[in-house]
Nanobody
Framework: QVQLVESEGGLVQAGGSLRLSCAVS????????MGWFRQAPGKAREFVGA????????YYADSVKGRFTISRDNAENTVSLQMYSLKLEDTAVYYC?????????????????WGKGTLVTVSS
């Protein structure tokens, strides 16, 4: 089992930035892939980005590529999502997620473990 707890989101103006963190605990394997997903009001949950727990470059959805950055800190057991140049359409509940499937997982497949989510609201 893996437990995931997102940091508090918040309200930010369009064009601004915000950083989310995810505290990771439990039985973390080197094969785990850590991901961020989001769900906007009235829309389906969508993949944002992911990174391998033990290495590898992060990869992103086209909608956030160049604006969002995912990083991990294995010593602190955290995964972060740094968001820049936020747009109104980035408003959503953001979820931290994990899967032990390693290279057999690929987006937009759901992951196995989920945080409770945190709301990010981008205002004009």
């Amino acid at each position: 089992q893996v437990q995931l707890v997102e940091s508090e989101g918040g309200l930010v103006q369009a064009g601004g930035s915000l950083r989310l963190s995810c505290a990771v605990s439990g039985r973390i394997l080197s094969t785990h892939v850590m991901g961020w997903f989001r769900q906007a009001p009235g829309k389906a949950r969508e993949f944002v980005g992911a990174i391998g727990w033990s290495g590898g470059r992060p990869y992103y959805a086209d909608s956030v590529k160049g604006r969002f950055t995912i990083s991990r800190d294995n010593a602190e057991n955290t995964v972060s999502l740094q968001m820049y140049s936020l747009k109104l359409e980035d408003t959503a509940v953001y979820y931290c997620a994990a899967t032990p499937l390693g290279t057999t997982w690929f987006p937009p497949k759901p992951m196995d473990y989920w945080g409770k989510g945190t709301l990010v609201t981008v205002s004009s």
